[in-house]
């Protein structure tokens, strides 16, 4: 394909996904912005139980809540478009900067559960397909199964009684060193690591049927290597795109298993703030979120374009 017709490619693929990015923001920061706004009066939140009418009155007053409702819906757009959420009430910090401070606690346990369900999934699903009717891989697909079936926290607290209880080999709460992000990571990647194995399994029993491999076969090559250097590369992109689906999943699970180990990312710090009442994170906290859900899906788009086979002799041709 020539620089000349993929230029045009790029930049709509582009423009698609800066649409995407501003719907999907707009959409999820309006309906919070409202929801927020139903489920009580944030002055009244701010002054406390022990305040007066004038109190709840003068903080209504100083942050615009005494505006029509549409009014201060214009002003929030604006104050996200400059990427100004308000102050904590409670720690006095800027939302946006007490998020970001955050998210890498998050994105630890999160890229460190994608990378564990390519690392150890797709072997053990290429083990499955290779040796399919053997006891080893009919033992990996039972143990598939059942950590696909085994709810999050279930199995989070599981681990914590094992590891961090009784044999003590790992910490049971807090974030403050790399071991403390061992036990959230694997409670995460149980049903990640398992879809993959289930995924690639498949598509490789799949492909085996292929004339193709049929082909490789028959010019001497092992049952094995032709699943890794043919099948492979065709089974693969389904595995792709759960991941980058699941990434979105992973981000929303990471509320359980954070206030399961007391792990300090944004998952915790968003029920922290829900339970709180603290608007200003809790909206800095959905636009982060969105933004990173719209970002991880224009990359797995590009990503399976490129990994995808049929797509590449495509563009070759």
Same mark, same amino acid.
């Given at each position: 394909?020539?620089?000349?017709?993929?230029?045009?490619?790029?930049?709509? *693929?582009? /423009?698609?996904?800066?649409?995407?990015?501003?719907?999907? $923001? #707009? +959409?999820? @920061?309006? %309906? !919070?912005? &409202?929801? =927020?706004?139903?489920?009580?009066?944030?002055?009244?939140?701010?002054?406390?139980?022990?305040?007066?009418?004038?109190?709840?009155?003068?903080?209504?007053?100083?942050?615009?809540?005494?505006?029509?409702?549409?009014?201060?819906?214009?002003?929030?757009?604006?104050?996200?478009?400059?990427?100004?959420?308000?102050?904590?009430?409670?720690?006095?910090?800027?939302?946006?900067?007490?998020?970001?401070?955050?998210?890498?606690?998050?994105?630890?346990?999160?890229?460190?559960?994608?990378?564990?369900?390519?690392?150890?999934?797709?072997?053990?699903?290429?083990?499955?397909?290779?040796?399919?009717?053997?006891?080893?891989?009919?033992?990996?697909? *039972?143990? /598939?199964?059942?950590?696909?079936?085994?709810?999050?926290? $279930? #199995? +989070?607290? @599981?681990? %914590? !009684?094992? &590891?961090? =209880?009784?044999?003590?080999?790992?910490?049971?709460?807090?974030?403050?060193?790399?071991?403390?992000?061992?036990?959230?990571?694997?409670?995460?990647?149980?049903?990640?690591?398992?879809?993959?194995?289930?995924?690639?399994?498949?598509?490789?029993?799949?492909?085996?049927?292929?004339?193709?491999?049929?082909?490789?076969?028959?010019?001497?090559?092992?049952?094995?290597?032709?699943?890794?250097?043919?099948?492979?590369?065709?089974?693969?992109?389904?595995?792709?795109?759960?991941?980058?689906?699941?990434?979105?999943?992973?981000?929303?699970?990471?509320?359980?298993?954070?206030?399961?180990?007391?792990?300090?990312?944004?998952?915790?710090?968003?029920?922290? /703030?829900?339970?709180?009442?603290?608007?200003?994170?809790?909206?800095?906290?959905?636009?982060?979120?969105?933004?990173?859900?719209?970002?991880?899906?224009?990359?797995?788009?590009?990503?399976?374009?490129?990994?995808?086979?049929?797509?590449?002799?495509?563009?070759?041709?």
């Amino acid at each position: 394909m020539s620089a000349g017709r993929t230029a045009p490619r790029v930049l709509r *693929a582009g /423009a698609v996904w800066l649409v995407r990015l501003v719907v999907t $923001v #707009l +959409g999820v @920061l309006t %309906l !919070l912005f &409202f929801l =927020l706004r139903l489920s009580g009066d944030p002055a009244a939140v701010l002054v406390g139980p022990g305040g007066s009418q004038e109190d709840i009155d003068r903080v209504r007053t100083e942050l615009g809540l005494d505006l029509p409702l549409w009014t201060q819906y214009g002003t929030f757009l604006g104050d996200v478009a400059r990427l100004d959420f308000g102050v904590s009430p409670h720690t006095g910090e800027p939302a946006i900067s007490a998020v970001l401070a955050r998210l890498p606690l998050t994105l630890q346990i999160v890229g460190a559960t994608l990378a564990l369900a390519v690392l150890i999934g797709v072997p053990l699903g290429m083990l499955a397909a290779a040796r399919a009717r053997h006891a080893s891989a009919r033992a990996v697909t *039972a143990a /598939a199964s059942i950590a696909q079936a085994m709810p999050n926290f $279930v #199995l +989070g607290l @599981l681990l %914590l !009684l094992v &590891f961090a =209880l009784w044999l003590g080999w790992l910490p049971s709460y807090g974030a403050e060193s790399p071991l403390h992000a061992v036990l959230p990571t694997l409670t995460l990647a149980a049903f990640t690591v398992a879809r993959v194995v289930r995924l690639v399994r498949a598509g490789l029993l799949e492909a085996i049927e292929q004339d193709f491999i049929r082909t490789v076969r028959a010019k001497g090559g092992g049952r094995l290597r032709a699943l890794a250097r043919h099948a492979l590369p065709n089974a693969f992109p389904p595995v792709l795109a759960f991941l980058v689906v699941d990434s979105a999943y992973l981000l929303s699970s990471t509320v359980i298993v954070e206030q399961l180990y007391a792990y300090d990312g944004i998952g915790k710090q968003l029920v922290d /703030a829900i339970f709180q009442r603290d608007y200003p994170i809790v909206q800095a906290t959905v636009f982060v979120v969105a933004v990173l859900v719209v970002a991880v899906s224009a990359i797995g788009d590009v990503l399976g374009a490129l990994v995808d086979p049929r797509v590449r002799r495509e563009a070759a041709g």
